[in-house]
C-alpha cells in the first residue's frame, strides 16, 4: 500500500538575511502528514518562526523546494496560498478597527462570500471557540482579553475552511490557566475538524503535551524530528536537554507542592 503523499513538504530548505550572513534556515527537510500536528520548538534565533513563514510564502526561499497540498508554493499565487491556509499569530494579530465579527469573517468576504453565509459562519466559529456570540459578536479588540482576542485570532484562521493551520508561538503571551485551556480546547478542535498543524514554540511541555510529532530546530539547523520515543533516542546534547526540562520542572514541583489534603 503507497503511502499517502505528505500536506506540506520542506526539502532542503534554505533561507538567509543580511546579504547571507545570516543564514536563518539551513539544509531543513520536514514533512507533515495529512491530520498531523507537529510541534516546531527552538529558542530565539533558531530559524523556526521564518520557517514557517516560508510555508505560505510571507517570505521566500533562497533554495530548496516547499510544497503545500502538493503544489510547489512558487507555483501558486502567494495571496491565494495564504486564503487557503489559515494562520494564528501570538498576539492574536486581530485589526483593533473591526469587531470581533468582522475580523473572523475578513477572509470569506475578501473571497466573495455572501454576507449571510459570512454572519453564520462567524456564529458557528464562535460556538467552536467557546465565545457567546451574543456577547462578544459585536465587540472590539480592545475590549477583550489576552485569552479572548486568541481564540477570536483562531476563530479567524479557521473561517476560510482550511485544511492546514499554521500557529506562531499562539499561546506565549497568556497567562498559565488561559494558556493550558486554550491550548487543550484548540488541540480537540485540530482532531474534531481533521486539520493539519504546525505550531511553533520555545516551550518543550507545551510540545509534548500537544503535538503528534516535535521537530527541534537550532541556529538555522533541524537537530531531530519524530515522536517523543523516537527523540528520546536522539544522541545531540540540545535536544536531550530540552527533553530533560519538563521532567526537572515537574520533580522540584513534586517537592515543593503540598501533598493531597494538605493546604
Same mark, same amino acid.
Given at each position: 500500500m503507497t503511502a499517502a503523499p505528505p500536506l506540506i513538504a520542506f526539502a532542503h530548505v534554505g533561507k538567509s538575511f543580511d *546579504?547571507? +550572513?545570516?543564514? #536563518?534556515?539551513?539544509?531543513?527537510?520536514?514533512?507533515? #502528514?495529512?491530520?498531523? %500536528?507537529? #510541534?516546531?520548538? *527552538?529558542?530565539?534565533?533558531? =530559524?523556526?518562526?521564518?520557517? @514557517? +513563514? &516560508?510555508?505560505?510564502? !510571507?517570505?521566500?526561499?533562497?533554495? *530548496?523546494?516547499?510544497?503545500?497540498? =502538493?503544489?510547489?508554493? +512558487? $507555483?501558486?499565487?502567494?495571496?491565494?496560498l495564504r /486564503? /487557503?491556509?489559515?494562520?494564528? %499569530?501570538?498576539?492574536?494579530?486581530?485589526?483593533?478597527?473591526?469587531?470581533?465579527?468582522?475580523?473572523?469573517?475578513?477572509?470569506?468576504? &475578501?473571497q466573495g462570500t455572501p454576507a449571510a453565509e459570512i454572519a453564520s459562519r462567524v456564529d458557528q466559529l464562535l460556538d467552536l471557540v467557546r465565545l457567546d456570540r451574543t456577547l462578544y459578536?459585536? /465587540? %472590539?479588540?480592545?475590549?477583550?482579553?489576552?485569552?479572548? +482576542?486568541q481564540r477570536v485570532g483562531v476563530a479567524r484562521a479557521l473561517a476560510a475552511r482550511p485544511r492546514i493551520v499554521l500557529m506562531d508561538e499562539p %499561546?506565549? #503571551? @497568556?497567562?498559565?490557566?488561559? /494558556?493550558?485551556?486554550?491550548?487543550?480546547?484548540?488541540? $480537540? !478542535?485540530?482532531?474534531? &475538524?481533521?486539520?493539519t498543524t504546525v505550531m511553533i514554540t520555545h516551550d518543550m511541555t507545551e510540545a509534548i503535551l500537544l503535538a503528534d510529532r516535535i521537530a527541534v530546530m537550532r541556529a538555522g539547523r533541524l537537530l531531530a524530528q519524530g515522536t517523543l520515543t523516537e527523540l528520546s533516542d536522539s544522541d545531540d546534547a540540545y535536544v536531550g536537554e530540552l527533553l530533560r526540562t519538563p521532567r526537572r520542572q515537574a520533580e522540584r514541583l513534586n517537592v515543593l507542592l503540598p501533598r493531597d489534603g494538605a493546604a
Open positions: *546579504g547571507g +550572513r545570516v543564514r #536563518a534556515v539551513d539544509d531543513v527537510s520536514i514533512e507533515v #502528514a495529512e491530520g498531523e %500536528f507537529l #510541534a516546531i520548538v *527552538g529558542g530565539s534565533g533558531s =530559524g523556526k518562526t521564518t520557517l @514557517l +513563514r &516560508l510555508a505560505n510564502r !510571507l517570505i521566500d526561499a533562497d533554495s *530548496g523546494r516547499i510544497t503545500v497540498e =502538493g503544489e510547489d508554493v +512558487r $507555483a501558486v499565487d502567494p495571496v491565494q /486564503r /487557503r491556509i489559515g494562520y494564528v %499569530f501570538q498576539s492574536g494579530g486581530l485589526f483593533s478597527h473591526i469587531s470581533v465579527a468582522g475580523n473572523i469573517g475578513i477572509t470569506p468576504k &475578501l459578536r459585536d /465587540r %472590539f479588540p480592545h475590549e477583550l482579553s489576552g485569552g479572548q +482576542r %499561546f506565549g #503571551a @497568556l497567562d498559565p490557566l488561559t /494558556r493550558d485551556a486554550l491550548g487543550d480546547d484548540y488541540r $480537540a !478542535l485540530h482532531s474534531k &475538524l481533521g486539520l
